[in-house]
């Protein structure tokens, strides 16, 4: 035995257990208003803290202790006071920004009060469905992929598609498959106002945070969402289809694929947005958000496929060929990975 192996590995898994701590901690933090409070605020004691947010002054002094030992905020002992650097507020207390990381403490607490359910569904090897998830989940994941659609969507994703973008600009029929809480449906309808936009999700209460979201944007006019399932019929034919970080998840993706097809307009696009993966294994092993992603397909997308009877169980690191493979097999002509991001693969497909 190698013993500094040993250590070197013990090691590891203690800071991958602070890790976890310190994510509890950043969760209270961000549930509780405490780095909102503190972001621009300058230094604060706990007394301050407490009173800015009405929350227990004892109870804030150890959690502002945390926050110092972790090197989060920065620590004045001569004047008993903590302060949230501007830089750390962009990612804590900020979700409109591309560092934005509050929102992943959240989708962790939410996966913490699922454990005991996976753990039963390794035994029985049944599903565990999105909607029976903690309701942390529905919206960490929303505020989590907003930043990144933001950033990404308008500016980087649909001009990576062949003809796409004029046709939006001119006027196109859009559907938005899986549009959980409505982020990606309201960012192009902002974007492309001569288009029209439907989005479709499972999840009624994410269909409601998504109608809501699309009224206070003020595109609701044109765009609409409703409770239906992936392999649903819906009205008429579409210029775009999307599916964002949604077909991995479904029960029966090469069926929700043939629709899309089926449904396509002439000369429309399917474009499939999945997370970041590599086609074999050892080409992701030591990579931060590869692991970070297949640690969510654990938890959240193979027990979900497998609770809709999956087919292929795909989970979200089946890579670039195994998506263009099932895009195949459902009919498409062309199908091609148009981008490769460090989080996403872009996958265009035509009739």
Excluded at 34 to 52: C, E, I, N, V, W
Excluded at 89 to 116: E, N
Excluded at 199 to 219: C, F, M, N, Q, W
Excluded at 325 to 340: I, M, N, P, S, Y
Aim: aromatic letters at 8%; charged letters at 25%.
């Amino acid at each position: 035995m190698d013993t500094t192996k040993i250590e070197d590995f013990a090691m590891k898994i203690t800071l991958e257990g602070l890790g976890s701590s310190l994510t509890l901690q950043t969760h209270l933090g961000d549930r509780l208003g405490l780095f909102r409070a503190m972001a621009g605020a300058g230094p604060l004691t706990s007394a301050d803290l407490a009173a800015k947010t009405g929350l227990s002054e004892r109870y804030v002094r150890e959690w502002l202790r945390v926050q110092a030992v972790a090197e989060h905020v920065d620590y004045d002992p001569a004047a008993g006071a903590y302060e949230l650097p501007d830089e750390h507020a962009l990612v804590l207390a900020d979700d409109t920004t591309i560092a934005a990381r509050a929102s992943a403490s959240q989708i962790q607490a939410a996966s913490w009060k699922a454990a005991d359910h996976l753990a039963e569904a390794f035994r029985t090897g049944e599903g565990f469905a999105w909607d029976r998830h903690d309701d942390n989940l529905f919206d960490g994941v929303s505020r989590f992929f907003a930043p990144l659609y933001r950033f990404s969507l308008v500016d980087h994703w649909l001009p990576a598609l062949d003809g796409v973008t004029e046709r939006l600009a001119a006027g196109a029929r859009v559907l938005d498959v899986g549009c959980g809480m409505g982020t990606s449906s309201i960012l192009m309808a902002e974007a492309y106002p001569n288009s029209r936009f439907e989005g479709v999700d499972t999840h009624e209460p994410s269909i409601e945070a998504a109608r809501l979201a699309a009224k206070d944007a003020g595109v609701d006019a044109r765009v609409h969402f409703h409770v239906a399932d992936s392999g649903e019929e819906q009205y008429g034919t579409w210029d775009l289809i999307c599916f964002f970080d949604a077909l991995h998840d479904m029960g029966d993706p090469l069926t929700a694929a043939t629709r899309a097809r089926e449904a396509l307009a002439d000369g429309g696009t399917v474009m499939v947005v999945e997370p970041y993966a590599a086609d074999r294994l050892e080409d992701t092993i030591g990579n931060p958000i590869a692991a970070t992603y297949a640690a969510a397909s654990v938890m959240l997308c193979l027990p979900h496929g497998l609770s809709e009877g999956a087919r292929l169980g795909l989970g979200n690191q089946s890579g670039p060929s195994r998506i263009e493979a099932l895009l195949r097999e459902a009919g498409f002509g062309r199908v091609r990975t148009a981008l490769t991001t460090d989080f996403n693969l872009v996958i265009e497909a035509r009739a």
